[in-house]
């Protein structure tokens, strides 16, 4: 691989390491929180609420979306400008320091109130402003590569990167205060539309990916994309708006994903990956399986009203984050070329995940009958807490592997 | 653009005239009488903001587009054009009607001015040598907003203004139709130089477009801005002044003190209108700073030539600033001081970064009040502001599902959707460390509220919550806010929540848990008030407006015997107009317990 692109995906997987290492740090701290709540007196007025943002925040668009940068670089950056690095780095640095300015307000208490949309007031625009700078270098570097393209290449670079633009005035509107989308009447949550729309979204990502990553298909795989548009076809054919998830329509359609756990590992092992990333796409294949069939199951009557506004659907957001997307991300860095091959913190990370993700759900599932004792903080709700936090050093620690590896 | 054409000396009256008409059209027409238009139509509320962001986009894409159509040769033909779609925009609007169609007219006006502006500022070095080009600017943008201010425009209606606006564009159009351009040399400026520019100007047009926001949403800082024939008059003449002054400065190369003073000038309308200093001289320093920046924005661009600087300048600073600045002042109401201070310090580090001091004089305005916007039911608002800044949401829900039954039971009646959706944004939350909030008005007095708040821990042993004492010993009043907007959660519901309380029984499957067990419960989470024998001395009992009562009196020695349901019912949903809160989520079978123990205490 050129030196110019193993030196930009050993930039991204530093920024991408400094913000998982951030934002567990802050969830470590949060997790003793809960425990300790006099840990929060002590550092008033930066109390819980205030810390919650930059967990959420900086595991979403830092640790969550920067591989996905880094990819995009790989695939959109001409290795052979003189200028590339240093392009890469003020994309890259633009969207630290956008998280960072975010950070700084979100403890200021600056939030919009709106989950993993906190951007308000001064900040409502970094981050879209840095989404902004990454695209204009995508787009300079796709116009200077034009000539060296043929038609279908254009195509393929050109139409994400004119769909890529819609996103920062998206991101800049969905923050504001008086934008909400459609509510669940009978849960207060998301509608099995809007569940079935963002997964399938994930699920187009995953099929990019590989392409994105230069990896060479070995067998055809045409079939991919024809279940991907006939999904997307059946979204939009579902009800949208405020549905309840007692209507069949919306359990039948979210149950459409139950379809794309075996279809997606089997589209991904159409491609030549290196073979030191297996331990990753097994991850990956085990956290999609958890994810989308315990995703749907609590989407049904009974189990949603039993786990809903408890510590279940909180495992349900490790699952999908720790566990999956970390995997997959985790992939996307090591075969661009920036490491995360360490044995001992991949399983370190697997296993504080796994036990999290139990534990929580464990207390999810009694929560509703037992909610006195976990308002009193009873002994038995601490030593779930505590477990918690041990798990969470164990992610914490191989984050900290990870980083150290990254900046040899 | 360097190479030189046939030259026959300037047009400056037709250029001045060329910016007028554009800073007019934008000023009169788009920025106040098709809003006034929208705003009849649809309200304050998502249908403007989304046709805001029509208007917006328009005006980023309409940029763009002149970037990529200029060339010199099709100048005079692209500008007329883009003239004659402005006149167009304004007429449609005339009939424009229901969201999408006021969405897409915006988007319309927008593609129309973006167009205009970029090719408007490319090509004004085919009118005026650059040596007399902030003259020609500075008249135009000075007999724009003087004539925008002139008391008969002003208060002309929506329809009225447009055809002015129309009308200004259309002679703009039949001015340059026949014009001959002959091509200036000038200097052009390095890359790193013009986005250094383009972000003092995104500053620059932030702030203001914040400001405006704001004066035009306070009633008191509106009138006192923009009311009375005298005032109007005032405004026009120090627009004009400031504007041919801020042209006179930039064809002396004074450009960086011009933006400067720009700055100040708008920082310190901010701060004196915070400070409710909103009369006399303050309405004219806003005006000055205002007419200063926009003649620099577009000599700048104009100066430069090449169409790539104006549509980043006009797309980035212009559009983006705009959007920018309204969203930061309809997000908080306000303009922050230290968002002012920070767009100073941008100023100087981009324009002068070898002053650091400047930052020092920029920090001594940090004492200065922000500008605020009115709020209804101020206490309230304000409590819920704090409810979001502090993330009660993390812990706390407000929503009861309403065909889950314990969630009806526990947190009261359930409220419709259509209600939680109101809310700017709505707070559902997704997770319960804590209660459920919905109806807590209900629940727990204003008093028992502030105590926990306080001293989470004391009142409620075992609460995982931290304590918020800082916000009760701030000058600001942010506890007390709070407190009242706990107090307001329910409203309406109390009814309906007491009885279901009344009516509610332990299951006959309950059971008890032991009495071991309830006087270990009670000594951990009743003493404290109620006291170890339930005589009513618990060490916070003195906090209480009404205090627990002394349970071993005569007067409760009498609590009948039957009545361990009545006990129940007032442990496990409190006592409406006491501090006595209820122990909702705790289980039956310690409700029960807690009740025979309580009984026991009565003796």
């Not at chain 1, 052979?80 to 403890?107: C, H, I, K, M, N």
């Amino acid at each position: 691989m050129n030196t110019a692109r193993i030196t930009i995906a050993q930039v991204a997987t530093r920024h991408s390491l400094i913000w998982l290492a951030a934002a567990n740090a802050v969830g470590l701290w949060l997790a003793a929180s809960l425990l300790w709540p006099e840990l929060g007196d002590l550092v008033a007025p930066l109390t819980y609420g205030r810390w919650m943002p930059l967990h959420l925040n900086w595991q979403l668009y830092g640790w969550c979306a920067l591989p996905l940068v880094a990819a995009l670089l790989h695939w959109y950056l001409d290795a052979a400008d003189p200028r590339v690095v240093t392009q890469a780095r003020f994309a890259l640095g633009g969207w630290s320091l956008a998280l960072l300015l975010g950070g700084v307000a979100w403890l200021a208490g600056d939030t919009s109130g709106k989950l993993f949309l906190d951007w308000h007031g001064w900040t409502r625009g970094v981050l879209p402003a840095a989404m902004v700078g990454l695209w204009a270098v995508l787009a300079a570097h796709t116009w200077r590569r034009r000539g060296s393209m043929g038609r279908s290449e254009r195509l393929v670079r050109g139409i994400p990167l004119v769909g890529l633009l819609a996103v920062p005035p998206l991101l800049y509107v969905s923050t504001g205060r008086d934008y909400y989308p459609a509510v669940n009447p009978d849960s207060g949550g998301a509608t099995g539309a809007a569940l079935l729309g963002s997964t399938l979204g994930i699920v187009t990502l995953f099929g990019l990916l590989p392409f994105m990553l230069g990896r060479r298909r070995t067998k055809p795989a045409g079939w991919f994309w024809v279940a991907l548009v006939a999904s997307w076809g059946m979204f939009a054919g579902m009800r949208h708006g405020s549905v309840s998830h007692h209507v069949p329509g919306q359990i039948i359609g979210l149950g459409l994903l139950l379809a794309w756990v075996p279809l997606l590992p089997l589209y991904w092992r159409r491609f030549d990956w290196s073979a030191d990333s297996g331990r990753w796409l097994w991850a990956a294949w085990a956290w999609w399986l958890l994810l989308v069939v315990t995703g749907w199951l609590t989407f049904l009557p009974g189990i949603s009203e039993r786990l809903k506004f408890t510590n279940g659907l909180v495992a349900h957001a490790h699952l999908a984050m720790a566990g999956l997307v970390t995997a997959v991300n985790a992939l996307v860095l090591h075969t661009l070329g920036g490491g995360l091959s360490r044995r001992p913190a991949f399983w370190l990370w697997q296993l504080g995940c796994a036990v999290q993700v139990g534990l929580l759900l464990a207390l999810g599932w009694v929560e509703n009958a037992t909610a006195g004792a976990l308002f009193r903080s009873e002994a038995w709700t601490q030593a779930i807490y505590g477990g918690r936090l041990a798990a969470g050093l164990a992610m914490a620690a191989a984050s900290a592997l990870w980083l150290k590896e990254a900046w040899r | 653009m360097n190479e030189a054409g046939p030259t026959r000396g300037d047009n400056l009256g037709l250029a001045a005239l060329a910016v007028a008409a554009t800073y007019g059209y934008f000023l009169l027409f788009a920025e106040f009488s098709f809003l006034s238009q929208v705003r009849e139509l649809l309200g304050e509320g998502r249908g403007l903001r989304g046709v805001m962001a029509g208007l917006g986009a328009g005006g980023v894409g309409g940029s763009l587009l002149a970037w990529g159509r200029f060339r010199p040769e099709r100048f005079v033909r692209e500008l007329s054009w883009s003239y004659l779609a402005c006149a167009a925009m304004a007429v449609i609007s005339l009939a424009a009607s229901g969201l999408i169609g006021l969405t897409l007219t915006a988007a319309g006006i927008g593609l129309a001015l973006g167009w205009n502006t970029v090719t408007l500022a490319s090509g004004l070095r085919a009118l005026v040598r650059p040596e007399r080009l902030g003259w020609g600017i500075g008249l135009g943008t000075g007999a724009a907003y003087a004539f925008c201010n002139v008391p008969v425009i002003f208060t002309a209606g929506p329809a009225g203004q447009a055809g002015i606006s129309a009308g200004l564009v259309l002679a703009a159009a039949v001015g340059l139709w026949r014009m001959e351009p002959g091509w200036f040399r000038g200097p052009t400026v390095s890359r790193v130089s013009v986005w250094r520019w383009v972000g003092v100007f995104l500053a620059l047009v932030w702030l203001d477009s914040a400001a405006f926001y704001i004066i035009q949403q306070t009633s008191g800082l509106r009138e006192a801005t923009w009311a009375g024939e005298s005032r109007l008059w005032g405004n026009a003449m120090v627009h004009l002044g400031a504007a041919l002054l801020a042209g006179w400065c930039w064809d002396r190369g004074w450009s960086r003190g011009l933006v400067g003073v720009a700055w100040v000038a708008l920082a310190g309308a901010c701060f004196a209108l915070g400070a409710n200093r909103s009369g006399g001289g303050t309405g004219f320093l806003y005006a000055g700073g205002v007419s200063i920046y926009s003649t620099a924005l577009v000599a700048f661009a104009a100066r430069d030539g090449r169409p790539w600087v104006a549509a980043a300048v006009f797309a980035v600073a212009g559009w983006v600033g705009s959007a920018l600045g309204i969203g930061l002042a309809q997000d908080l109401h306000r303009v922050p001081v230290e968002f002012v201070l920070a767009s100073g310090a941008g100023l100087v580090l981009a324009l002068q970064p070898w002053r650091r001091s400047g930052l020092v004089a920029l920090a001594l305005l940090a004492w200065v009040r922000p500008v605020r916007a009115e709020e209804g039911d101020p206490l309230v608002a304000r409590g819920r502001a704090v409810y979001i800044a502090e993330g009660c949401m993390h812990c706390h829900s407000q929503y009861v599902r309403p065909g889950v039954k314990s969630d009806v039971e526990r947190w009261g009646p359930a409220h419709p959707l259509t209600e939680l959706l109101r809310g700017a944004p709505p707070l559902p939350g997704n997770r319960r460390q804590g209660p459920d909030l919905t109806n807590v008005g209900n629940r727990r007095s204003a008093e028992w509220n502030r105590l926990h708040l306080q001293a989470p821990r004391t009142v409620s042993p075992g609460s995982r919550m931290p304590s918020y004492r800082h916000l009760f010993t701030s000058a600001d009043g942010r506890g007390e806010a709070l407190v009242a907007y706990l107090a307001s959660l329910g409203e309406g519901t109390a009814g309906e929540h007491w009885e279901t309380a009344l009516t509610w029984r332990p299951p006959n499957q309950a059971g008890a848990v032991t009495a071991v067990q309830a006087a270990k419960l009670f000594a951990q989470n009743c003493a404290q008030c109620h006291g170890p024998q339930g005589r009513g001395d618990g060490p916070l009992a003195a906090r209480f407006l009404v205090p627990p009562p002394d349970w071993t009196s005569e007067a409760w020695r009498r609590v009948p015997d039957g009545d361990e349901a009545g006990l129940a019912r007032v442990i496990k949903f409190g006592s409406p107009g006491t501090a006595m809160a209820g122990h909702e989520a705790w289980a039956d079978d310690e409700i029960v317990g807690l009740a025979r123990h309580v009984k026991m205490l009565h003796k």
